[in-house]
Structure formats: C-alpha cells, structure tokens
Nanobody, 124 residues
Framework: QLQLVESGGGLVQPGGSLRLSCAAS????????IGWSRQAPGKEREGVSC????????HYADSVKGRFTISRDNAKNSVYLQMNSLIPEDTAVYYC?????????????????WGQGAQVTVSS
C-alpha cells in the first residue's frame, strides 16, 4: 500500500518544540518534493513548508520562518519538520504531501500522496 504516515504530534506548551516525521511506505520519497501543510479548526489548509527532492530548495510560510526547519533523510525514506518556539496559533492538524516541485508558496505542485495528518496542540 502506497502511503505517507505522519508522527510526532502532541500537546506542547508555548515556547516548546516538536519534531514531526513523514515516512513513506511502498514507494521512495527521494523522487518527490515534500510539503507540510496545516489546517486549524474553522480555517483553510495552508502551506507551511516544502523541500525539493534534492533537498537543496526549501520554502517557508512567513508565519513559521525562523522557527520551523524542514529536512529530509532519503536513506530513511523520511522528511521532518522541526518546530521550535511554538505558539498557540500553530495549533492545527499537520499533513505531509509528496508531489513534484517545492514552490514559493510553500506547497508542492502536482501532489500524488497525502498523509493522514498529525495533531499539534500548543497550550498551557
């Protein structure tokens, strides 16, 4: 079965950190650009960050720039989102997606696969 699986979500206090992982099953991630997006209750899904297949190109939404870092380990068939200095506004379900190019809108084009989502809650 071809799928993406996110992990690493949870409850964290403001100012804390979490690292999300996106692992591929049944296919090789290294051929795809990978994006992270999020959706908060009552809001539209927004692009957070993306990374090219080579890892050389990354983009971040202004709201997370300087706090989040995207990376990939093709040997582990995984992509990560390190989230630091978390604020309550980061609370959302986070999704990873595999597609073609990492665009300047912090999303990947021509998405082929979506993960099921990981809940991140930032609250004291």
């Amino acid at each position: 079965q071809l799928q993406l699986v996110e992990s690493g979500g949870g409850l964290v206090q403001p100012g804390g950190s979490l690292r999300l992982s996106c692992a591929a099953s049944g296919f090789t991630l290294e051929n795809y650009g990978i994006g992270w997006s999020r959706q908060a209750p009552g809001k539209e899904r927004e692009g957070v960050s993306c990374i090219s297949s080579s890892g050389l190109i990354t983009h971040y939404a202004d709201s997370v720039k300087g706090r989040f870092t995207i990376s990939r380990d093709n040997a582990k068939n995984s992509v990560y989102l390190q989230m630091n200095s978390l604020i309550p506004e980061d609370t959302a379900v986070y999704y990873c997606a595999a597609g073609d190019d990492c665009t300047g809108y912090s999303v990947v084009s021509r998405i082929r696969y979506w993960g099921q989502g990981a809940q991140v809650t930032v609250s004291s």
